[in-house]
Nanobody, 124 residues
Framework: QVQLVESGGGLVQAGDSLRLSCAASGRTYSSGYMGWFRQAPGKEREFVAAISWSGGLLTYSDSVKGRFTISRDNAKNTVYLQMNTLKPEDTAVYYC?????????????????WGQGTQVTVSS
């Protein structure tokens, strides 16, 4: 089992920045991905970004590319999501997740473990 705890959410204004953190504990894996997804009220959960265990492979959704940066610190078992130039449409609950096996890292059904989420609200 893997436990994931997100932190760093909050209320900010458009154009501001936030950094989300996701601390992992429990069983460790040497392959797969860690990813960030988000879900806005009344909308389906959507992919935001993912990073391979080695950190060498990064994937972003088109809506955040160039504004968000995913990174990881394996020594701390933590993945980060640096969010810059935030927009009101970025408002959502952000979840981190772990994918241990094969499959498209952009699809939430390929992920095995999920955190509880952290709220990000961007005011205009």
């Amino acid at each position: 089992q893997v436990q994931l705890v997100e932190s760093g959410g909050g209320l900010v204004q458009a154009g501001d920045s936030l950094r989300l953190s996701c601390a992992a504990s429990g069983r460790t894996y040497s392959s797969g991905y860690m990813g960030w997804f988000r879900q806005a009220p009344g909308k389906e959960r959507e992919f935001v970004a993912a990073i391979s265990w080695s950190g060498g492979l990064l994937t972003y959704s088109d809506s955040v590319k160039g504004r968000f940066t995913i990174s990881r610190d394996n020594a701390k078992n933590t993945v980060y999501l640096q969010m810059n130039t935030l927009k009101p449409e970025d408002t959502a609950v952000y979840y981190c997740a772990v994918k241990t096996g094969w499959g498209d890292e952009k699809k939430d059904y390929n992920y095995d473990y999920w955190g509880q989420g952290t709220q990000v609200t961007v005011s205009s």
